[in-house]
């Protein structure tokens, strides 16, 4: 009798397509990361220690995560929203709304930047509205505000991180709209509950791993965005300069073990946020069950 299975080919496509993932990611994820650390090896530890605990990389580590974590907790907000008229509301142009969204994506970060600094710098169409001497700009000189420039400021590095990582929290966000069942909301509506209640107790928490994960997504872009920020930052010193440009700045001078390390900080902090955010993840969804 002849068997219509036969384990061993199964198992021996098993291994190879298996082996296939792991030597993709070796080369795509763990080798690039396996010389990182290489070549930070090839400087002594203390040498290490003063370049990454300088006094402008102790300011551009703080910038970078502070601007990153507060662009990813506006694009957690605005993002859900967004992705909640595109998902439960009909309107004109909506498929074109929709796919402005991925417009970061496909634009390349130096356009991206040169448009930000055409339209919000000083001479730029909005932002010669806030110079001193228009009546925007007295406005806020009076309220006790300095003069504002979008460019060449902690805004504006927050700006430009906003605009680059709005997609993340929208596209994880939507999909997870489009699955919920509109019959739970019309058992809270059935059993007396409002429309407050019903976004907070039914659909909020199922949105929550999405967000979630949107926001770290968000982050994780943010910390390394460079094209976008270089351009409308000023890269100043303790003030605005973030730690990709301070890494790019050890590179000019040829400090490559310098900088890798300085990458290094930036890698281990976004796998540490990384790694919360999931546990963080893993525990709503076992309240949930």
């Known amino acids: ?16 397509f298996s082996g296939l993932v792991l030597t993709y ?55 859900m929203i967004l992705a909640w008229i595109l998902v439960r509301y009909d309107f004109p142009g909506k498929r074109f709304a929709d796919g402005l969204v991925d417009l970061p994506f496909a634009m390349p970060a130096v356009v991206a930047g040169i448009a930000l600094v055409s339209l919000y710098g000083p001479d730029g169409l909005l932002g010669r509205y806030l110079n001193p001497g228009t009546a925007l700009g007295n406005g806020l ?34 999909p997870v709209l489009m699955e919920l069942e509109p019959e739970v909301e019309e058992a809270a509506y059935v059993l007396g509950a409002n429309d ?18 949107g926001f770290t997504l968000a982050f994780a872009r943010g910390v390394g965005e460079y094209g976008v920020v270089v351009l409308i930052s000023g890269n100043i010193p303790y003030e605005t300069m973030i730690s990709s440009v301070y890494i790019y700045r050890r590179l000019e001078e040829y400090d490559y073990s310098g900088a890798t390390a300085v990458a290094i900080v930036l890698l281990i902090v976004s796998l540490v946020v990384l790694i919360c955010i999931n546990l963080l993840q893993w525990w709503t969804r076992r309240y949930e069950n």
Do not use: C, D, H
């Not at 009798?1 to 190879?16: D, E, H, K, V, Y």
């Not at 407050?196 to 994960?213: E, M, N, S, Y």
């Open 1 to 16: 009798m002849i068997s219509r299975t036969n384990p061993i080919p199964r198992n021996a496509g098993r291994a190879l």
């Open 25 to 79: 990611l070796s080369f795509i994820l763990l080798l690039p990361l396996g010389v990182i650390f290489l070549q930070a090896s090839k400087r002594p530890w203390q040498e290490l220690w003063q370049v990454i605990t300088a006094p402008v990389a102790i300011e551009a580590y703080k910038l970078s995560f502070s601007a990153a974590i507060l662009a990813a907790l506006i694009n957690s907000v605005f993002g």
């Open 196 to 213: 407050r209640q019903v976004f907070w107790r039914v659909i909020f928490p199922q949105l929550l791993p999405a967000i979630l994960t």
């Open 141 to 174: 000189q009076q309220l006790g505000f300095s003069p504002v420039n979008l460019t060449s400021s902690v805004i504006g590095v927050v700006f430009a991180k906003v605009f680059v990582t709005l997609p993340f929290v929208v596209r994880t966000v939507q």
